[in-house]
């Protein structure tokens, strides 16, 4: 079935790194969009983040939400189903759990998500 | 950046009632809006696409209506499977952004 799992979270310290994965299967991954998504404790849905196909006509592949610019960076390797998120100069403020989804060209599919806490 | 505004925040419904939910965006966005349903410590499911399109495997009393800047989702005859939250979200270009959420629990 169509499927995508996250991996990554953990704690970290503010200022500190940390790379999230996710692995898809179940659809052709080389031809989707894919995101980055994330849900602070008891709080809303917030868009992260989205990497485009290699397809794609767009000149620009990323695109970032205003709070992930300049600190977190989207890439893919299509040869293992697997979009990264890379967060750097992390802040408590990005403590959440990060969802990836596949993009159709609406988040179509959901992963469970893999929770990320910064704190000293 | 597009804001996504819910009403209410919270709707208190029984099992069988007729329910409408609220999204308003700050400017128009023909209809490139979604709803989804979450239920506590799960994913969120996709219930519609541009606006008013049913995802496959959704129930059908689930419906959505509006274009611009108004939206509303609807639920027919509310199931206890149903009782979760609801945000409706954007994506008429980057950024996309959600709506704050309407809890729909039980009356």
């Known amino acids: 079935q169509v499927q995508v799992v996250e991996s990554g979270g953990g704690v970290v310290q503010p200022g500190g790194s940390l790379r999230l994965s ?6 052709t991954f080389s031809i989707y969009g894919m995101h980055w998504a994330r849900q602070a404790p008891g709080k809303g849905l917030e868009w992260v983040a989205f990497i485009r196909h290699d397809g794609s006509e767009h000149r620009i592949k990323t695109e970032y939400a205003d709070s992930a610019k300049g600190r977190f960076t989207v890439s893919r390797d299509d040869s ?3 979009i990264y998120l890379q967060m750097n100069s992390l802040r408590p403020d ?3 759990l990060y969802f990836c989804a596949k993009d159709n060209p609406v988040i179509d599919v959901w992963g469970q998500g893999t929770l990320v806490t910064v704190s000293s | 950046d597009i804001q996504m505004t ?10 069988g009632d007729r329910v409408t939910l609220t999204c308003r965006a700050s400017q128009s966005i023909g209809t490139w809006l979604a709803w989804y349903q979450q239920k506590p410590g799960k994913a969120p ?3 519609i696409y541009k606006a ?5 495997g959704v129930p059908p009393r689930f419906s959505g209506s509006g274009s611009g800047t108004e939206f509303t989702l609807t639920i027919s005859s509310l199931q206890a499977d149903d009782f979760a939250t609801y945000y409706c979200q954007h994506y008429d270009g980057f950024p996309w952004t959600f709506g704050q959420g ?6």
């Not at chain 1, 996710?22 to 659809?27: D, H, Q």
């Not at chain 2, 309407?102 to 009356?107: A, D, G, L, S, Y």
């Open chain 1, 22 to 27: 996710c692995v898809a299967s179940g659809f």
């Open chain 2, 52 to 56: 008013s399109s049913l995802q496959s």
């Open chain 1, 80 to 82: 293992k189903n697997t």
């Open chain 2, 45 to 47: 499911n996709l219930l």
């Open chain 2, 6 to 15: 819910q009403s209410p925040s919270t709707l208190s419904a029984s099992v």
């Open chain 1, 94 to 96: 990005d403590t959440a």
């Open chain 2, 102 to 107: 309407t809890q729909v629990e039980i009356k």
